[in-house]
């Protein structure tokens, strides 16, 4: 199938790209590359464009013969979101309805989502199914809800097969830790803690020790991202027969921030700084998934459930490429 990665350039975009390549499938990245990096395409078609260029899509679309549309090209830090929200519904909203509408003027009619946990917001139950209601608390979560719910009206009228996936916090690093993380700037918990353990940062700090979990610190669920690229490749298989998909992706056992330092500490032998400070507002003490509907009708399941193999591969990465791709 020739399918179109919106992002793939970026880290779960290039991971994805190169998953389907593996798998028969003839990718076609497109990417601004204003967050990702050109080296992590590798051999794959590549279009250096924007979302929101109608015109540019809808060639690129035309020329490629794309069947299917993969989206990973989204905004996806919670901070920066509640600061510039305005940013944040025109690149993860406008730009997703842009390329939507060139999707249905070029009869191409499956599109893989990647939404986000945090259209949950802080529910009540733990862990979280697919039916909690949806509460997003910042315009992140919010934006990517908006695009789930355009993608379920456009499905009712027949031009649209969709999967929204659902996920928390994916890491590691993938194609034999060739492909991880090298964000600008650094906000996830792994690679910075990574920092930390290769001395390019002073410290990591905890927000928050006295949480009502095991160790006083917050539990979170983490998914490697190999695992996350199958789930997609299944998901872009039922499209076929399917509508619409709506499926968390996630480990489903949660593990604690210090949990995550003692982990990097083990894995690379390194001793670090670490700073304990007051908590952030807004972090809910566990969010993990219910990923059981993902097991049973995709019949997906991973294959790195345990924190130290991700954060093998993480570590691996960065050491391989202390400078990140370069570009």
């Excluded at 649209?160 to 690093?173: D, E, H, P, Q």
């Amino acid at each position: 199938m020739n399918v179109l990665v919106c992002g793939g350039a970026g880290y779960i975009g290039s991971n994805m790209t190169a998953m389907l390549t593996k798998n028969g499938h003839t990718p076609v990245v497109y990417d601004n590359l204003s967050k990702g990096h050109r080296s992590a395409v590798r051999d794959a078609q590549f279009v250096l464009g924007d979302l929101s260029d109608y015109d540019k899509l809808v060639e690129t679309l035309t020329k490629h013969s794309i069947e299917a549309v993969m989206h990973f090209a989204a905004f996806i830090e919670v901070g920066e979101s509640v600061e510039n929200p305005i940013s944040y519904y025109h690149n993860n909203f406008c730009n997703t309805h842009n390329l939507l509408k060139s999707m249905e003027n070029c009869n191409v009619g499956k599109f893989v989502f990647s939404s986000t946990a945090a259209v949950y917001g802080m529910p009540d139950t733990i862990p979280i199914t697919e039916d909690v209601t949806k509460a997003a608390i910042n315009p992140y979560g919010e934006s990517k809800w908006a695009v789930e719910r355009l993608c379920h009206f456009q499905s009712q009228t027949g031009r649209l097969n969709y999967a929204a996936l659902r996920y928390f916090n994916a890491c590691g690093a993938g194609e034999n830790a060739t492909l991880g993380e090298d964000h600008r700037p650094e906000s996830h918990l792994i690679p910075l803690i990574i920092q930390a353990a290769m001395g390019k940062r002073e410290d990591i700090k905890i927000f928050g020790t006295d949480y009502p979990t095991e160790d006083g610190t917050c539990v979170r669920d983490y998914i490697h991202i190999q695992d996350l690229c199958k789930a997609h490749l299944l998901a872009l298989g039922k499209l076929d027969t399917e509508r619409e998909l709506v499926f968390n992706l996630g480990n489903g056992t949660g593990y604690s921030v210090r949990q995550v330092i003692d982990t990097v500490k083990e894995v690379s032998g390194k001793d670090f700084k670490v700073t304990e400070t007051d908590r952030r507002p807004g972090d809910p003490p566990v969010l993990t998934a219910d990923a059981a509907k993902a097991n049973t009708e995709l019949g997906w399941h991973t294959d790195y459930p345990d924190l130290a193999s991700i954060v093998q591969s993480a570590w691996k990465f960065h050491n391989d490429n202390p400078n990140g791709y370069g570009d």
